[in-house]
């Protein structure tokens, strides 16, 4: 999703977490793993 668009998706889906990775594209676990992984195990728990 463009980045643009995060607030109107996230106006409209209850208890949505967005975290916003600057630079980061279709592949953020594999760019920026030190970011992606520990919000992928806080949500897991």
């Not at 977490?17 to 594999?30: E, L, R």
Request: hydrophobic content about 40%.
């Amino acid at each position: 999703m463009p980045y643009k668009l995060h607030e109107k998706v996230i106006d409209n889906i209850p208890n949505i977490k967005f975290y916003g990775i600057d630079g980061a594209g279709h592949a953020s676990p594999y760019e920026f793993p030190e970011k992606v992984n520990p919000i992928l195990i806080d949500f897991f728990k």
